[in-house]
């Protein structure tokens, strides 16, 4: 039980576009998600914090324009990076938690911005 | 001084020895604690959690918490390559909503 699937798993693109990653809890009703991005041998860094039908809280620093995030039902949450460019590359992983439970982990999205 | 230290590694053990990974951390307010497994690539694997001070098993993997060191522990027996991985601490004083993650322990089981 407790899947979370993240799609898609990888992405390449060129400077300026914008990309949309998808975070769906597959078995169960997330009462809220949370985006977090990963650089090379660093820990998480949690980006916001979603919670379904409600706006999402950024993290001081997360830029909410330029990562948009929209949390439409209990089972799916998506990441937008608008107008990316090469800095915002990165492995970008959402998790999704019910009830009193720990929080389960996508296998996340690379991505690229050539 | 970060709210959770974790030593990066990597750690290299032969396969079958006793692996311990650790995590200190420095607000008291800490109750839920969590070791995450994540490969190379992938998402972090929820393998242990438990609330405040004590022991708890789960097959080849103990957690343990001592709050008044503020030191966790992690331990896996009979170390297989295939528990290769990164091992990440995290925890919560309020549940399991706003985690703070420890930098991640690389262990390297070679057969």
């Known amino acids: 039980g407790a899947v979370v699937s993240q799609h898609p798993s990888r992405v390449i693109c060129k400077s300026g576009t914008s990309v949309k990653i998808e975070c769906r809890s597959l078995d169960f009703q997330a009462t809220t998600m949370f985006w977090y991005r990963q650089f090379p041998k660093q820990s998480l860094m949690l980006m916001a914090t979603?919670?379904?039908?409600?706006?999402?809280?950024?993290e001081q620093g997360v830029e909410k324009d330029k990562f948009l995030i929209n949390h439409a039902s209990l089972t799916l949450s998506t990441l937008t990076v608008t107008s990316a460019h090469p800095e915002d590359s990165s492995f970008y992983i959402c998790?999704?938690?019910?009830?009193?439970?720990?929080?389960?982990f996508g296998d996340g999205t690379r991505l690229s911005i050539l | 001084q970060k709210e959770v230290e974790q030593d990066p590694g990597p750690l290299s053990v032969p396969e079958g020895a006793i692996v311990s990974l650790n995590c200190t951390y420095s607000n008291s307010a800490f109750q839920y604690f969590m070791w995450y497994r994540q490969y190379s690539r992938k998402g972090p694997e929820l393998l242990m959690y438990t609330y405040s001070s004590g022991n708890k098993e789960d097959g080849r993997f103990t957690a343990q918490v001592d709050k008044s060191s503020k030191y966790i522990s992690l331990f896996i027996r009979d170390s297989q390559p295939s528990d290769s991985a990164t091992y990440l601490c995290a925890m919560s004083a309020t549940g399991f909503q706003k985690l703070v993650f420890g930098t991640g322990t690389r262990l390297l089981v070679s057969p």
């Open positions: 979603s919670n379904e039908g409600s706006k999402a809280t950024y």
């Open positions: 998790s999704a938690v019910s009830s009193n439970q720990p929080q389960h």
